[in-house]
């Protein structure tokens, strides 16, 4: 089993950069694909980005395509979201996901483990 905790969100202001992390433990996620996922206020829970564990493959949302960078360093363990140009609309909670396999998904139900979340708040 994978333990995923997610740090780095914050207050900022629109046009920000911000950069999350999401370290695990437990298990290397070298075996693990690597998903980010938010939630704003009274909305649910939408993908963001995604990568294999390879890192050979990604997948953005078209809202951060551009903007947002998703990575990884299997070595630390640990995957991060670069996010650029942060506009009132990224506000939400953010949510680092770990599904075991090679490829990577972009829907909630197929990851198996979860963060607690990290809050990102983009003020203009």
């Known amino acids: 089993q994978v333990q995923l905790v997610e740090s780095g969100g914050g207050l900022v202001q629109v046009g920000d950069s911000l950069r999350l992390f999401c370290a695990a433990s437990?298990?290397?996620?070298?075996?693990?694909?690597m998903g980010w996922f938010r939630q704003a206020p009274g909305k649910e829970r939408e993908f963001v980005a995604a990568?294999?564990?390879?890192?050979?493959?990604?997948a953005y949302a078209d809202s951060v395509k551009g903007r947002f960078t998703i990575s990884r360093d299997n070595a630390k363990n640990t995957v991060y979201l670069q996010m650029n140009t942060l506009k009132p609309e990224d506000t939400a909670v953010y949510y680092c996901?770990?599904?075991?396999?090679?490829?990577?998904?972009?829907?909630?139900?197929?990851?198996?483990?979860w963060g607690q979340g990290t809050q990102v708040t983009v003020s203009s």
């Open positions: 437990g298990r290397t996620i070298s075996n693990y694909g």
């Open positions: 990568r294999s564990r390879s890192g050979a493959i990604t």
């Open positions: 996901a770990a599904r075991e396999g090679s490829y990577y998904w972009i829907r909630e139900g197929e990851y198996d483990y």
